[in-house]
């Protein structure tokens, strides 16, 4: 399949997105990558953004997306058939829950979405049963948009902070171009 893969500034789980992309590659899914403003231009301790781009570039064997005026075109390209958001931070599934496109992964998705294709976010924040939630369950009612299952990640120390799967992003991806949610959504 040909799968965008949108990364937003969830940079702790940085270390997870490129063995998952690389898995993606090796069983033959052709990967356009897009990075919102933050990963392309954020050094972190986890990782810094040119390191991360060049990683990205080399696994995929394609340029990543990194500007609103190059992602707008893959609506009309209409050459994807899913999208992915991993991680998708809080701040990302707010500004798509309100159909604000101010970075190139919302107009990346705002695009693929024209299609009608399936949307997949794999949820990667600290506030997910928090301020995000109410973004989380308005998305969940939305036509083509689908889920990564998900699960508190340390519910002593962060008990609002939930991350996805990284290891069912493919099967979610599978089940949503046949128009179905994979489940549980909630581990």
Known sequence: ????????????TFSKVLP?????????????????????????RFYKARDFYLDVEEVTGVTPITTIFDAEPIGPQKDLDAMVICPATGNTLAKLNHAITDTPVLMAAKAHLRNQKPLIIAVSTNDALGGSFVNIASLMNKKNIY???????????????VLADFTLVESTVLNAVNGAQIQPIFL
Do not use: A, W
């Open 20 to 44: 998952l992309l690389k898995e993606l590659v090796d069983k033959g899914h052709r990967i356009k990558p897009v990075f919102s403003y933050n990963v392309h231009s954020t050094d972190t």
């Open 1 to 12: 399949m040909n799968i965008g893969f949108c990364v937003t500034g969830s940079y702790c």
């Open 147 to 161: 889920f990564v299952p998900m699960k508190q990640d340390d519910c002593i120390k962060k008990p609002n902070s």
